[in-house]
């Protein structure tokens, strides 16, 4: 069965960047879209091995392009916090606090 798909949107929002959004929850085999909107990002995932492929850190998008990544089969159920920095607003961005990921199926 195919996945379903995500979409994460990153900008700068005055003098902060933003995650939209903050919190995504999903299962595994899903496909989550990072997209960077009016600033060049970086995405660190302390825990790379939740993705098929395993992403090392840094994984860098440059303004107006995006990059799909695929959450692993056999990836573990809970919460994944990961780390956005926005070149824009030389800043980390932040959703209503750090952004992360919530795999529960």
Known sequence: MAGNDHD????PKGSDCTVEPAHLAVNEDDFIT??????????????PDIFNPRQVDPVRIKSGKNKKLKIKASA???????????EETSSFALGNSDPDIIIYG
């Open 8 to 11: 994460v949107v990153i900008f």
């Open 34 to 47: 990072f997209f960077a909107i009016g600033t060049d990002i970086t995405l660190f995932f302390p825990e």
């Open 76 to 86: 573990q159920r809970g919460v994944h916090s990961y780390g956005v920095h926005c």
